[in-house]
Nanobody, 120 residues
């Protein structure tokens, strides 16, 4: 069965970096995305990737980079210049058909989430 497992979250100071990983198994996916949810807020789109490239929310553009290692079936989110407002649980999502999208309801598979905390 299909499964996504995130790792790489943690506590970092503002201005620091973290790299999240999302290991996929069980299916071949056409596109992936990262979403995040801060306490008391709705889940929001962060970045997505498919065969055409990576696409980003305005709030992370220029600071975050999404990439994919096909040999390892793993998607990464490199996060640089982190800010306290980046603090959230980060979720990896995937879909079997279709290109990149920022809509959470178009992804069928989700990981369990990994906590990212940025201190000021």
């Amino acid at each position: 069965q299909a499964q996504l497992v995130e790792s790489g979250g943690g506590l970092v100071q503002a201005g620091g970096s973290l790299r999240l990983s999302c290991a996929a198994s069980g299916r071949v996916f056409s596109s992936y995305a990262w979403f995040r949810q801060a306490p008391g807020k709705e889940r929001e789109f962060v970045a997505t990737i498919d065969w055409t490239g990576g696409y980003y929310a305005d709030s992370v553009k220029g600071r975050f980079t999404i990439s994919k290692d096909n040999a390892k079936n793993t998607v990464y989110l490199q996060m640089n210049s982190l800010k306290p407002e980046d603090t959230a649980v980060y979720y990896c999502a995937s879909r079997v058909f279709g290109s990149h999208t920022s809509r959470a309801d178009e992804y069928s598979y989700w990981g369990q989430g990994t906590q990212v905390t940025v201190s000021s």
